[in-house]
């Protein structure tokens, strides 16, 4: 069974910083993209940055120039460096695996349980 664990969340106040990091429960090989969702209060879940396997990572444009997105391949683990924190930022993350099948194609998707941020004016 793939467990995504989550750590980093918090409460920071405006233009704080966090870091935000997800561990794959163990060793997968077929991995090809590593993530992280938000989704506030009475909104969407949104994209925040995922980086495909040997890709440019991909950022919502909210947070462009404000969060990093890093993965660690031998460790399995995706990090998210948030930095110059705003109130608009308050969310639930959601740490997003993409698995793709060598021999199907086929892409699975898994999420962490969600860690929240808060981030107060």
């Known amino acids: 069974q793939v467990q995504l664990a989550e750590s980093g969340g918090g409460f920071v106040q405006a233009g704080g910083s966090l870091r935000l990091s997800c561990a794959v429960s163990?060793?997968?090989?077929?991995?090809?993209?590593m993530g992280w969702y938000r989704q506030a209060p009475g909104k969407q879940r949104e994209l925040v940055a995922a980086?495909?396997?040997?890709?440019?990572?991909n950022y919502a444009d909210s947070v462009k120039g404000r969060f990093t997105i890093t993965r660690d391949n031998a460790k399995n683990t995706v990090y998210l460096q948030m930095n110059s924190l705003k109130p608009e930022d308050t969310a639930v993350y959601y740490c997003?695996?993409?698995?793709?099948?060598?021999?199907?194609?086929?892409?699975?998707?898994?999420w962490g349980q969600g860690t929240q941020v808060t981030v107060s004016a």
């Open positions: 980086m495909p396997n040997g890709e440019s990572p």
């Open positions: 997003n695996l993409e698995t793709t099948s060598s021999r199907t194609k086929s892409k699975d998707y898994y």
């Open positions: 163990r060793t997968i090989f077929s991995i090809s993209s």
